[in-house]
Each structure stands twice: as structure tokens, then as C-alpha cells.
């Protein structure tokens, strides 16, 4: 028996590999699918089935393109309307992969069709679920990303909480948990930075798992402030992708051109596209190609992009250093931006010899910041872009929280005649919101290089706790 866990960090998302006697099955696989063809190939093993747990708003699942070159059945669990040709399997329902059974198990909460999968060992015992977005490590999954005109944040709510007193609870303390996500996904509130754990450590430390939960107290908590992390804009075109069958990765890729600082500059002008700038921030900010948003391939790329952009099918131009291109790309397609017009060939370099126009993000020490705050007497504009639980826990004395992925629809808070000192936890998500400010006309913007992190050493006023009139 061989169990693989396929993570990849930007998405925070986890795939599985499971094989047994020369057949394996794959779960929640990518949209790039030649590794696990590979990998199935070099083992000298046959893909029988392809494991979906839900139609995912996160990422482009690889499941239809997998299904086409290796011929293996696609399942989903009950209730799945996919518009392809699949297994929708009824609750309770066994596959056999290799020596193994793997068990439907119908856990709707997050999702109404979402699914864990129950895995017998060789010899018969139960020995691990992969859990998708019911279970999380250290949480579940949020309830409000599937809500249909008949059904509620609160009766999803309730759906999983019946899903994991009567479908999950239920199993052996032994079990290992592997779930679709970790740490950084917005598909949960808080997960835990580990990516697999037993079944009797989260009955002990997940707070959704608590034995004597009420059923009242399970909706309020796993609801309560998602209102102030809304799911990224581009969740539901995903779901429908997924759905539907999305376009081969090889084929996105293909159509991607090579363009010289002229064509680039004009493909910008004419087709209205959006440039992304992926070069590291400490570089960006000193000459970026003007209008360009800064998102760098360093971080939270992908997330941040689907978060940002809110109209899938807008054109994309590229800005990116040569050995980072190919991933660029593919992060992008990860999450269905696919309509990437073409890339600045030669990159920055290429644009500055031939003298076109840069612009710039000023930007000073936290030391320096904590001067002019005191210099000042805290009568400067601090604008903090970190999440609420961030800012909460402990912020600047009068900064204003304005989390990034409220930006746009926030820009009257930000003065276009007083300097504005923006500032994150370590730098990368101040320098993605003054690019944005750049782009809509706010020129008075500093940078406070390395974020909360730095001011924190600083001695300059803090305060811990929230003052509603100033968020966001």
C-alpha cells in the first residue's frame, strides 16, 4: 500500500496518491496531470479511478484531462450533476483499488455534494480518511460557499455538523486525517500549518469536534466572522469549471506569446489587459512598468490573484523574471486565469533599455516610520492591510485597518492629499495595495518596509484591541 500526499504550498492544497497491487486511484488532482501519470507509469501502476470530494472553488481541478489520457473513472459523491461522464456514487458505496476498499462516506455541509473517503487497509482495517473540505486540521470548511436560493450560511451550518457527529465522529480515533487543505486556504477560517493529523487529536483540539457541542453552538461558531473574510471573486467561476470540464493546461500554455517592450506596451493599450508584475517586491519597487500591479510569484500568488481581479476573463499581461515564467503561468491556470494575452520578453530589463517610462513605490524603515510617528505626535495617516484577526491581536496606535481584499472597495479612505504610510505584516501585501493605489492615481504613498514585523520592535504606540470605527 503506498499513500502519497502531493502538496503544493501556493494553493495550499493537498492531492493524493494511492496505489495497491498495480492500480492506484488519485484524489482532488491538479489541472497539471502529467506527475501523477508519471509517477503511476515509473510504479508500473494503472489510474483506475479519479476521486473528486466536491466541485472545488479554489483551484481548476485536473480531473476531466486525467479521465482523458488514462481512461480512469471519475467519481463524485451523491447528489454531483457534473456535465460529463461520471461516477456518482451512493452513500456507503465501495471501490476497490488494488487490495484496498475505499468507502463513500456523504458528508454535505460544505458543500451539499461533498464527500470523504473512508480507506481499508490490506487487511481489512480501517485506516485513514481523506476528508476534502468537510474536515480540516485544527477546523472545517466554510459553509457559505455553496449557498443555494433554498438553503442558508446557517442550514449548511447544519449539514456539517450532522456530517461530522454522524459520519466522521463516529470512526476510530486511530484514523489519519487528510484533507484538501492547510494553512493559507480560504476555504476555512483557521487551519492549522500541519497537513494531516489522527482522528482522536482533533476530537481533542479541533474546536468544531468538541463531544458536548451543541448543534446551536456548532452554526454561531464555524459562521461567525466570515462576513469579514469574503471567498476570493473568482470561487464560483472555478465551481463552474469543474463542473463543466476546463480547457487542457497544455493548451492555455501554448497560446501564450513572447512580446517585445512595443508589442507589450501595445497589447496593454488595446486590449485594456491588467499587468501583473510577479518580480520580488524589494525589486518592483523601484521600477515597475507604470499601472502595473505588483503580485508577486514569492508569496500567495494564486490566492491573491483570484482574490484581486475580479473578472476571470480579463486579459493578462506578464511581467516576470525568465526562470520564474513557466510557474507564473501555471499558477494562473491553477486557478482559472486563462486568458494570459502574453509575457514582456527580455522582462524589465528589455522595457528599461529602451528608455520607456518606469514608476516607482517610496518607501522607508520601520525605524523611520516610528520617528516621524512620534514627530508627528500620531497625526499621519496609518493605513494597515492586514486581515481583522491581525489587526486585532495588535496594531499601530490609530492606524486604520483596511484589509487588502476589501481595497477596492475602500479607496475614499485613503487621502489624495496627505501621505498615506501603508504597511502589512512583512511587506508583501502593502507593496500589492500600493500598486493598486498607484494604478487608480494615488501618488502621496509610502511603504513601511517589513511590515508589522518591524514596527513591532520599534517603540512606537500599540494598541490590542479593536476599534470598530476604524476597520474596514
Keep these: 500500500m503506498l499513500i502519497e500526499q502531493i502538496y503544493t504550498g501556493c494553493l495550499a492544497q493537498g492531492a493524493y496518491y494511492i496505489e495497491s497491487d498495480g492500480e492506484c486511484a488519485i484524489i482532488d488532482p491538479l489541472r497539471e496531470v502529467n506527475q501523477y501519470i508519471e509517477k503511476a507509469a515509473e510504479n508500473g501502476a494503472t489510474i483506475k479511478y479519479i476521486l473528486e470530494t466536491h466541485f472545488h472553488a479554489d483551484f481548476v481541478s485536473g ?3 486525467l479521465s482523458k489520457k488514462t481512461g480512469a473513472s471519475i467519481v463524485f459523491g451523491p447528489t454531483a450533476k457534473p456535465d460529463f461522464e461520471a461516477i456518482i456514487a451512493v452513500d456507503g458505496q465501495i471501490l476497490e483499488v488494488g487490495k484496498l476498499k475505499i468507502k463513500v462516506l456523504h458528508t454535505p455541509g460544505h458543500t451539499m455534494e461533498s464527500s470523504t473517503f473512508l480507506l481499508f487497509d490490506e487487511n481489512g482495517k480501517e485506516y485513514c ?96 466572522g466570515l462576513e469579514l473574510v469574503p471567498p476570493p471573486y473568482y470561487f464560483p467561476k472555478n465551481v463552474m469549471m469543474n463542473k463543466t470540464g476546463a480547457q487542457d493546461v497544455d493548451i492555455v500554455k501554448s497560446q501564450v506569446q513572447a512580446l517585445s517592450p512595443a508589442a507589450f506596451e501595445a497589447a496593454a493599450n488595446e486590449t485594456g489587459a491588467i499587468m501583473i508584475d510577479t518580480r520580488p517586491q524589494h525589486i518592483f519597487k523601484e521600477a515597475f512598468i507604470p499601472n502595473a500591479i505588483f503580485i508577486g510569484i514569492k508569496g500567495d500568488f494564486a490566492p491573491w490573484v483570484g482574490t484581486l481581479l475580479t473578472d476571470i476573463e480579463q486579459p493578462i499581461l506578464i511581467i516576470a523574471d525568465e526562470e520564474n515564467l513557466e510557474e507564473v503561468i501555471t499558477r494562473l491556470s491553477r486557478v482559472g486565469y486563462d486568458h494570459i494575452i502574453g509575457y514582456l520578453d527580455g522582462g524589465m530589463e528589455a522595457w528599461i533599455k529602451t528608455g520607456k517610462e518606469t514608476d516607482n513605490i517610496e518607501s522607508i524603515t520601520a525605524t523611520d516610520f516610528a520617528e516621524k510617528f512620534k514627530e508627528t505626535e500620531g497625526k499621519i495617516l496609518v493605513k494597515d492591510v492586514r486581515k481583522p484577526a491581525e489587526y486585532s491581536a495588535e496594531h499601530v496606535d490609530e492606524a486604520m485597518n483596511i484589509p487588502l481584499a476589501n481595497l477596492s472597495k475602500n479607496m475614499a479612505e485613503f487621502s489624495k492629499t496627505e501621505t498615506n504610510y501603508l504597511h502589512c505584516a512583512g511587506g508583501y501585501r502593502s507593496m500589492i495595495a500600493a500598486s493598486i493605489l498607484k494604478s487608480r492615481g494615488f501618488d502621496n504613498l509610502i511603504d513601511i518596509t517589513g511590515g508589522f514585523a518591524a514596527i513591532s520592535a520599534t517603540d512606537i504606540p500599540k494598541s490590542d484591541f479593536v476599534c470598530q470605527s476604524k476597520m474596514k
Design 129 to 224: 480518511i481523506f476528508s476534502g473540505d468537510t474536515l480540516f486540521i485544527g477546523d472545517v470548511g466554510r459553509p457559505d460557499l455553496a449557498q443555494k436560493s433554498d438553503l442558508t450560511v446557517h442550514d449548511l451550518a447544519g449539514f456539517l455538523f450532522d456530517s461530522l457527529r454522524n459520519k466522521i465522529m463516529t470512526l476510530p480515533d486511530t484514523l489519519l486525517v487528510y484533507p484538501a487543505h492547510g494553512a493559507g486556504s480560504a476555504c476555512g477560517k483557521n487551519m492549522s500549518k500541519e497537513t494531516y493529523d489522527t482522528l482522536g487529536n482533533q476530537k481533542m483540539f479541533n474546536y468544531a469536534l468538541r463531544a458536548n457541542m451543541t448543534r446551536e453552538a456548532f452554526i454561531k461558531e464555524v459562521t461567525d
Design 63 to 65: 480531473h476531466l484531462e
